[in-house]
């Protein structure tokens, strides 16, 4: 058993921990990074945002790349995993609140 095998032993609803863990951090250690490449293509995206966008741009990643991780699987489920889908959809929603374009009119 290697020691990836054996960090993605402890689950939480059936997903592994350090997986989590290792996408959120991954996304706040690049969220400064990012942030800037999209200013400069004139959207605004605050640092907090990309971490409420963590799963959502998961599944779509892993979609992408035909990757079908549990958490694909269960969201593309058409019988079950409500809750899931629920947490995706409401995550996408606060993470997109937001954001800003430069080609967006804000009336104050």
């Known amino acids: 058993m290697s020691i990836i095998e054996f ?9 592994a921990i350090f997986d989590l863990l290792l996408s959120f951090l991954g996304i706040y250690l690049l969220s400064p990074l990012l942030s800037k490449i999209f200013l400069k293509l004139g959207v605004t995206i605050p640092k907090r945002n990309w971490l409420y966008l963590t799963l959502p741009i998961g599944i779509l990643a892993h979609l992408a ?44």
């Open 7 to 15: 960090l993605r032993l402890s689950r939480f609803f059936g997903y």
């Open 65 to 108: 790349f035909g990757k079908m991780t549990p958490m694909t699987v269960n969201f593309l489920d058409i019988y079950g995993h409500y809750i899931l889908k629920i947490i995706i959809i409401v995550l996408l929603i606060i993470g997109l609140r937001d954001i800003k374009t430069s080609w967006s009119k804000n009336k104050k």
